[in-house]
């Protein structure tokens, strides 16, 4: 009887690791807004947009880093992606000026590019095999939030006793740190012959000729758009709209005493429930249509987001709403990268998830961007909320028209099963 293949492996262990240190450090710069803003008198808008070249340079960056993977090998390109995030982290703590810290930020942005979902989710797909797919992609995307649950109280803790410029040099530290883990990182090229045989021209050529891959496309924009806004803005929505109510709030029983705290423990209930929710899609991604789970998704969240700004918002609120989202957070990324493994192969399934994930990033920018303008522009977030909940149920439309029969452009090619 032939024994399974072992779902965790060292390929995802360290994986997990270094997407778990990449995405503290990113999902931590909403708790850096307030801060900065009051040192230097700057505008919303101004860290904002910071933080929006981040998302964009970051999506920009993907599709390079994974094509570098893939041309020069996985483990190379993490080392520069994490140099690059180190650096960009240093440079921003000596920034005084909006455009040095935006400037800046294009180098976080790649240097998350290198160390994030593009990269390590390709070498974590071609290391494991069919049976085990989706839930190792389901893990390494979970890792990503459970790097969110602690980074955004630990910058919070850290800003209690250093400034925030000490803060992003520790964290440059951290960065650095985990690439002693690198050379567990050993992943076997698991393609078919086919598929090894065929050209990354011929490969994405077919891709952009088949409408599918133009509507897992679009359909991502949303959830960068959600996301980056949340990550980014949160903290500060909640510390201005729950700052009356907190005196009396029943919450102070369990040590959450200031507004900054609750948004900092906002931040981090969403990334421990997107742990149970990542999980649960990677399951239901090996047994279900993938294209209906990513629109039952993107309708969740825009129901989600609908009612929280519609109902009174309160310290409850916000925690009850933090931990629907996050069941909801980044349940689509095993989902649309073991979609795109299905439909395109393995071979280069970092160059094209790359690609889709620069529409999320650009949903991302503008999500960002959008919250810092308007709130300079009306004095609160309300209709940034509303283009989300928009751009929410449209993903939930486009998703449905997806085939997800593989077209087997290469003669021989396999299913990748994810």
Known sequence: MQRSAPLMTPVLIVGCLIIMVSFAVRASFGVFQIPIAEEFGWARAEFSLAIAIQNLAWGIGQPIFGALAEKMGDRKAIIAGALIYAAGLVMSSVSETPFAMQAWEVLVGFGIAGTGFGVILAVVGRASSDENRSMSLAIATAAGSAGQVFGAPVAEALLAVMPWQSVFVVFALVIVAMLAALPLMRAPVAASKAELEESMGRIMGRAFRDPSFTLIFLGFFSCGYQLAFITAHFPAFVTELCSPIMAGSLLANIGITTTSALGAVAIALIGLFNIIGTLTAGYFGKRLPKKYLLAGIYTARTIAAAAFILLPITP????????????????????????????????????????????????GFLGVWLGGRMYDVYGDYTFVWWIGVGVGAFSALVHLPIREDRDTGAAGARPASA
């Open 316 to 363: 409850t609120s916000v925690l009850v709403f933090s931990a629907v989202m996050g069941g909801l957070w980044l349940a689509t990324v095993p989902l649309t990268s073991g979609l795109i493994a299905h439909l395109y192969g393995l071979r280069y399934m970092g160059t094209l998830y790359g690609i889709v994930f620069l529409s999320h990033q650009i949903g």
